[in-house]
């Protein structure tokens, strides 16, 4: 954990007070019960408990009313003794008084966050209920009945976001008495979508449905062309989530009185969410080695690794973008920030904020991964997150950009954004935060450069297509991917497209303006989906657009790469020549066989093809991947789907291949179904299988969908679903 | 140190390569000394050397030709092997080969940063000098004479910063022949002031010389209408300065090729100069206890700090505000960037970005401390640097905030900048970096808040001059203080000062809009200058502006502040009544003696006076800072002041004061004229001396200043200050 503090007092004369960072464990007396109005004194040497008048008024109880308050504020599906409100919604309480309330009686409910609260930051509220003025927080008495009163209360809609202290003071002669701390009258407020004045606010109901309380959904992978998705838990509404959102919180330090500011928590989410830097939530791991910690492919959803990081305080192992994504994605739902995961195919990255990614391959045109820097990841997942920027200028609210994946080059500290996803459309990258990074992930030309053998560098081809080639995220209320590239990027050559990206350059995005001699042979590969253990089919069309016959010198490269697009293992160099006539394309089919690649997979399921080609002067290269489907798991579910009785969930698989299985892991959850149960088996010999049986019991209604991963060296990625309408 | 990664190999299929970082330890052998064409297989697999036919062309010498580059470059007064020259201006090589070339010889320069290099990414240049293609600096041949040829080489006005390795490559049958690899030819390259395609380009060649080339200044402390002066020796020319500036970078673990870019340099070292964090360079310390380190009053420069930081790998302990702004400044100086310090006097800080700073006063009129977060320093020391923002929109250029100081509120991470000058003056606070928190620092409205008996505020006064009252730097060619306010607000009150601030708003800067009461009543309170053991008189003035006459009760509160505005000790309190007749003003002077405040003292020097006032419904207030004079060193330099000529200085100290001082620490420096050199005196009696005498002997000419000071608990910030003119 990064410290500000070097030393027990050298902050002493910095700052009036020590500055309050924790929410979840400040002491539980804060308070003096009974504080005289001894205007003059300290109230520090005030008596911290005094006598009161035999006869004179107190309170018996004080009650939440959780029945009336969570359906009204959304927030029943969380699985949490307390009362979870959202701020600028009014919400009630009952307060029963020891006897009915004269014109003379006074009293005040007092809402207190952190150690040292203040009201001049929010972290004190006093409510009152008559005509003496109060904090900014109001109060009205709805209903008065013997000794209870029926309040209303209604949060400012830009409070604090956090879990309160409730207090009710009663004036007695001299001073103020107030009630005993008790923890169960503790309140969560949180960011409100559906309230028109907080900086969070959705106006579409759906909308709001889906990017607030949603608590399963799906992240797509693969490639343009061979989308593939995985299931993502996100359970922000499990036991234990809610705490563990607001423990990141405290243990990245970050002011109390910051949290009412939704720029401020996202942006400090995105550097937490990362071990680096500040030993946050998760920690990164783009090896083939998990062994100190659990494969970033085995995680059925979030629930599990929050309260793993929350129960040891120690960032959980392993991760990669989508579960970073996965992840922060629960962490700002439940906080009640509208937000989903979306992925960009081939996205730039590690190349400087430049608007250039150099691929570099030798004099005979192979790839030279040795002077190659920049990568392109075959996809890469971040957040966004639904908010107002009153710190820009206008129309740049909305939809903002938030990645929590360690990036090395994002201003060398591991966060990105909030960065406003139309600012990025119109190149506008002269606001924060990390806008032009995030413009080169999806803008990016493909410089492909040839070096020569002094070392000198000169480009011969420029795609401006291939990255940010499609932006996805989860539809609304469907498990269909919904096509977003639209928001980030014009059409590609459109007048508005070119007026963008001339704006970026301004703004000091490098742009490459190579003049290229004209090309008049050009080569594509294109290729069927493929499932592991099967052959490849490559068929590469070489195209010659001049009035001349050319003789193609072409080369192939196979290997398997990471998602990251680094080579994990190099498989494939086949050389072959190839006659294409003038005006005619000719085709070259290619097969890779199941024998050559399936030794070198390792844990990878992407493989990767270079055909790179020369005829008399011209050089061309196109690129393939490939990602290899998967079985699935088979899951079936029986008994009655209701509220609180019992069903059961039966998991099942076979392994398709040869070889054995070994160490095997299978994990399975749903939130609001059952929390994360797992298996192990040591072995699963060739063709035969396991079925696991589970009982559990619907603690929430409506559609629900259970997930199950099957995890082990050789195989990853092995998936199963069951959905199913639970009945109240 | 904060290392990106987390295991051995967590990172293998992350990057292409690793990252380089590390400029200084780079091995030395990164190149092999010959390398053949061998344009297919990778280089990796080649032959590290390779016998070099007898009788063909080789490399005698390769000077670097100091005394023709460094007066052209103004880098003579760099203590340092190498050649140092700056970017975006030809420098000169002379190279000898073992025989005169013929047409059919061909070489080319190779210069070399960090480990793996690469023309892509401006770490690797490749020079030629013929029709042949070479990287983006220009070679000419100059001259040839025999066997040597003079090369004027061009590094681009955007090249990386740093060290580079220098290598001459021939090209000899079938491959090319390096020469080894030669510390003594390696290049210091630095950011150019002087070169009007370099984003640091400072148009006034007097601005150059003292933004650049000044190495030593004063940094102004004190309070509006009292300011003192406090000298500080930057020495960015001495021995081993440069090499840590360049390891202050590595520490940082920024990447290589990102050292082109000066914004994004100032901003990692704005980070990297306090030792949150990333084990930066400084420890902050606002206490009164310097037990584990040296006080931040005791430091004469930055020298003596960065080589401690850079032998040890540890932050050094300790330093305020204006120790973290003068090492910075070394820093970027060191590198080429125009930098100089500021004193903002009554700078708001803590108050998470808005334009409030909230003070709270109990019932009774006294300041109440235990509820007051804000705090209003009496100074506070940053940077700023004149660069060219390409990320912003036209105009908002020249000199940028920079502040290494830590604060706790910007944005959690403990840097800021750079923010444009320009674009607080316009309220322009959408645009990156912290121009939102600089501005609030400048331009805070203070608003006292009573807090009634129940815990609520309401506000009963509005200052809106207070904060930001003057902005100060050390004027060009001389050591007065030059008023710079005018460049980051326009006239208070001012049609443009209205825009600016509705501006910061429309961006989200709170602001006060409090409907308060017409005061017919103020006070204000004055003072002379006054010494340390002196008495002081407090003229406090009651204007009452109404038609009646006011009996105002009043109450004076005295306590010994740090600078940050946090009271260290509170010594006085005293009540008191005036009468004031409609339309007038009323004085009342009160006494301080030395014997009240002296023994709380502690090693603070700056006393902190509040009266309040209550007439009626009225209530008044008025703070007035009083920073205490001490005594100085005396210095007498002798000896002939002349380049390489041993002279004398001559420190000596009466200690004034009736108890003796203990465990007394004197340091003295002079950049170009000696390095720190202390002193300890383990007791100083009252009205005893002590005369100190130290040899030195000049190495750079012109105007020299040596400075000394002393420093024990019970008195620091006495100085002493040799000027003296160095002739050649």
Known sequence: ????????????????????????????????????????????????????????????????????????????????????????????????????????????????????????KGTQVVVTFGSRAGGPWSGHILESTDATLTLGITPTADAVVGKFRTYVAIMVGGGMQRTKRDTSTDLYLLFNAWCPEDAVFLPNEAERREYVLNDSGVIYQGSVGAVSHRNWMYGQFERGILDACIYILDASRMPIYNRSNVIKVVRKGSAMLNSQDDNGVLVGNWSDDFSMGKPPTSWTGSAKILLQYVNTGVPVCYAQCWVFAGVFNTFLRCLGIPARVITNFSSAHDNTGNLKTDLIFKPDGTPDRRHTRDSIWNYHCWNEVFIVRPDLPPNLGGWQVVDSTPQETSDGHFRCGPASVAAIKEGLLCHPFDSGFVFAEVNSDVVFLKRDRYGTLSPYRVDKTHVGQAIYTKAVGSTAPADITHTYKYPEGSAEDNRTMSRAEEYGCERDHSELADTQLSVLISADQCSLGQDVNLLVDFQNQSEFPRVVHAHLAGSVVFYTGVTANHFKDEDFSVTVQPNQIERVILK?????????????????????????????????????????????????????????????????????????????????????????????????????????????????????????????????????????
Chains 1, 2 share one sequence.
């Open 592 to 728: 890779v066989t199941a024998q050559e690649y399936m030794p070198q997979l390792g844990s990878q399921l992407c493989l990767h093809f270079i055909v790179t080609g020369q005829a008399d002067d011209q050089s061309v290269s196109a690129i393939k991947v490939i990602d290899l489907q998967t079985s699935s798991l088979t899951m079936t579910v029986s008994g009655e789907p209701r509220l609180q009785q019992q069903m059961f969930v039966t998991v099942s698989f076979t392994n398709p291949f040869s070889f054995p299985l070994q160490n095997v892991n299978v994990a399975m959850e749903g939130p609001g179904l059952m929390s994360e149960r797992t298996r192990y088996y040591s072995v699963i010999d060739p063709q035969t299988s396991f079925t696991w049986t589970e009982p559990f019991t619907p603690r929430l209604d409506g559609p629900r969908r259970l997930v199950a991963v099957l995890d082990c060296s050789k195989l990853r990625q092995v998936w199963g679903v069951a959905d199913l309408i639970i009945s109240p």
């Open 1 to 120: 954990m990064s410290h500000p503090n070097n030393g027990p007092n050298t902050y002493r004369g910095r700052y009036t007070q020590p500055v309050p960072t924790s929410n979840l464990t400040t002491e539980e007396d804060d308070f003096p019960e009974f504080q005289p109005f001894d205007e003059g004194a300290d109230t520090e040497a005030a008596p911290r408990s005094y006598p009161s008048d035999a006869g004179s008024l107190s309170v018996q109880n004080v009650d939440m009313c959780q029945q009336v308050n969570k359906p009204k504020h959304f927030t029943t599906a969380y699985d949490i003794q307390n009362l979870v409100v959202r701020r600028g919604l009014e919400f009630i309480m009952r307060v029963t008084f020891s006897r009915p309330l004269t014109q003379e009686d006074d009293f005040q409910l007092e809402f207190l966050i952190g150690s040292n609260p203040s009201a001049s």
